[in-house]
C-alpha cells in the first residue's frame, strides 16, 4: 500500500435525493469513477469513513453500503486497523467492471488501445436497409476496431453508419474517442436514446483471431442501436467481448407505483432511465 490518500469532491458531487437512485449508488457512482480514472490510483488510501459521511452529506450506513459494492466489484479492499485502498488489482489486471451504464460501456481510459482494423464503405444489405431506412445496396461506412486493455485484446467493435454520418469522422479520430461521442461532435447528429441486447456467441475464425482465443470460444455479443432526435438510427454496432475478461454489472429496483409490480433499471448517476413513446414503438416492431 501506497499510504497515500485523495480526499476529492466538491458541492457539486453530493448525492440528490430526486430521480429514486439510492443515495448509497450515486456515492459508490461517485468513488468507482475517482478510481476508474486514477484520481484514487491502486495501493491509495481512501478517505475514512468519518471523511466521507461529511463530504457527502450522509450517514455512515450509506458510506458502508457504497464501498460493499466497490469492494464485491474488487476495486478495494479493507486491512483492519489501517483502512480502506484502492486494490492493486485495479492496475494488475486491468480488467473492466462493467456496472451496465452506457457511460462505462464506452469509456476509453488511459490504459485502454483502440486499433482500426477496418474502415470502408460497404453495400446496405435488406436487413441493413431496414434498420437504416435506405435503400437496398445504399452506401453505409463500415468499422471495424479493436479494443485492447492493458495490451490484452478485450473487445471487437464492429459498427455500420449512414453514410452522411461516416463520412464525417476522420479516420484518426477513431482511436482517440468513442465512435457515439464522435457522431455528436462531427457530424452533429444529436443522439437521444439506445437500445442495447447482450446474447452469447461463439468465437469464429476472425473473432478468434483478433482476441486471441481458440475458435468457439464463448463471448458476449453486445448490439448497441443508437437513435437520433428524430427517430433515426444513427449507429448499429455489434461488440463481441472476451467472456473472461468481462461482466455486466446492473442495479434493479421494485416500481410499485404504476400498476403492477415489476422491476426498474437504474445504473447511471444522471437519474432512472424513462422510455420514451416512440421507444416504446420501436421496441414493438417486428
Partial sequence: MSGHSYVGGSAHSRPSRRGGIPLYYQIMRDLKEQILTGKLAPGDRMPSEAEQTRRFGVSRVVIRQALRILEDQGLIIRVKGKGTFVSDAVAEDATPRISGSLEDLIHIGSDTTIEVVEFRLVK???????????????????????????????????????????????????????????????????????????????????????????????????????????????????????????????????????????????????????????????????
Fill in 124 to 286: 446496405a444489405t435488406p436487413d441493413l436497409a431496414e434498420v437504416f431506412s435506405v435503400a437496398d445496396g445504399d452506401d453505409l461506412f463500415h468499422v471495424q476496431r479493436l479494443r485492447l486493455v492493458g495490451s490484452r485484446p478485450l473487445a471487437v467493435m464492429v459498427n455500420h453508419l449512414p453514410y452522411a454520418v461516416g463520412a464525417t469522422i476522420p479516420l484518426s479520430d477513431l482511436t482517440k474517442e468513442p465512435l457515439i461521442v464522435l457522431i455528436e461532435k462531427r457530424a452533429g447528429v444529436r443522439i437521444e436514446w439506445a437500445s442495447q441486447v447482450f446474447q452469447a456467441v461463439a468465437a469464429d475464425e476472425g473473432m478468434a483471431r483478433l482476441l486471441q482465443v481458440d475458435i468457439l470460444t464463448p463471448l458476449l455479443k453486445l448490439t448497441l442501436t443508437a437513435y437520433s432526435t428524430d427517430g433515426s438510427v444513427v449507429d448499429l454496432a455489434h461488440v463481441f467481448y472476451r467472456s473472461d475478461r468481462y461482466y455486466h454489472h446492473g442495479f434493479l429496483s421494485r416500481n410499485r407505483q404504476d400498476g403492477p409490480t415489476f422491476w426498474n433499471t437504474w445504473d447511471s448517476s444522471d437519474g432512472a432511465p424513462r422510455t420514451s413513446p416512440a421507444a416504446t414503438r420501436a421496441f414493438r416492431r417486428p
